[in-house]
């Protein structure tokens, strides 16, 4: 008697759990092992990334000299490349490609989108590679551009930073410097600086040119090949004009603004102690003034009472 009930208890309890084997069969892979492989694919990939990828790019960019904001950029693009490379691999592996080709849509829209909605942005980004792979500028130069002056301390893809003399910082966008004439008085190895030297009318020509060639050859930051030149330039009201050039070797290290402060005061002083005269403006009143005196006549009027 038990026996036949526990029989017939237990038929229906076996058709169940063979009904519910399959289903789970089918839950485990259909999801549990593609999600055990996304993570293995995607942790062992992005692990080589990290140790191979990465490091190869480093090493790639420090063989070819590339200053440390080139280093940097390029070591943050590599681990965004690295991430991507790792997800699309996990997809593969787990057999998702319906959803790359899915996430590949939905991210061309949003590309699409985000560009017309941001062009200014996508335009700095776009110069901020060209400057990057021009090189109109490293790290540290001197640099002018639109009344903007100062030293160079970083270069990212959408700004630069510009630190003035008054130790003031300036966000420039890229677009500016790529697309605006820029000065970079130390791009190369040497640089040429000129001032006009003003004599007076009745002054040696000849005795003033060699005290300023004298004082450009005591300056140890000025250089002798290419030498000194003079030319007399202007006859002006008050002084006849005599341009020097004169070259500064290494003006990336050197502070050219104070050779060329200390050379004019040199010869300045120089000048002065050999009396040539360095006139200045300025204006006689030739004439006289006159002035007239009128007295003013006072009437009285009597009325009669």
């Known amino acids: ?20 084997l399959p289903e789970t069969q089918q839950l485990v892979s259909e999801y549990a092992i593609p999600t055990v492989l996304f993570i293995g ?5 992005w692990l080589l990334g990290k140790t191979i990828l990465i490091p190869f790019i480093k090493r790639l960019l420090d063989r070819q000299g590339h200053d440390p904001s080139v280093k940097s950029l390029a070591e943050s693009l590599t681990g965004v490349v690295n991430l991507i ?7 593969t592996i787990a057999g998702f490609g319906n959803v790359i080709a899915a996430f590949g849509v939905f991210a061309g829209a949003i590309a699409l989108a985000v560009g017309f909605a941001s062009q200014d942005l996508l335009s700095n980004f776009v110069a901020g590679i060209f400057i990057l792979k021009d ?8 640099i002018e551009v639109n009344g903007i002056v100062g030293i160079v301390e970083d270069i990212d893809l959408r700004v630069s930073r510009i630190r003035t003399f008054d130790n003031e910082r300036i966000t420039v966008p890229n677009s500016e410097l790529a697309n605006n004439a820029l000065k970079n008085p130390v791009a190369f190895n040497k640089l040429r600086q000129q001032f006009v030297f003003g004599i007076g009318y009745d002054d040696d020509i000849d005795h003033a040119k060699k005290v300023i060639l004298d004082e450009a050859d005591k300056n140890p930051d000025i250089m002798d090949d290419p030498e000194t030149s003079i030319r007399v330039t202007e006859l002006a009201d ?3 004009g005599l341009q020097t050039r004169f070259w500064i070797a290494n003006p990336s290290r050197a502070n050219f603004t104070k050779v060329r402060s200390d050379f004019v005061q ?40």
């Not at 008697?1 to 519910?20: R, S």
């Not at 090189?135 to 001197?142: H, S, T």
């Not at 002083?269 to 007239?292: F, H, K």
Request: with cysteine.
């Open 135 to 142: 090189e109109p500028f490293d790290v540290g130069d001197w």
């Open 1 to 20: 008697m038990w026996l036949k009930v526990i029989a017939l208890t237990t038929i229906p309890l076996q058709g169940q759990a063979d009904q519910v």
């Open 41 to 45: 694919a995607f942790i062992v990939a």
């Open 238 to 240: 008050f002084y006849v």
């Open 266 to 305: 040199a010869v300045k002083e120089r000048c002065d102690a050999e009396s040539i005269e360095m006139p200045y403006p300025y204006r006689e009143l030739v004439g006289g003034i006159d002035v007239t005196n009128h007295q003013s006549e006072q009437v009285v009027t009597s009325s009669d009472d």
């Open 85 to 91: 490379l790792a997800f699309a691999i996990a997809f």
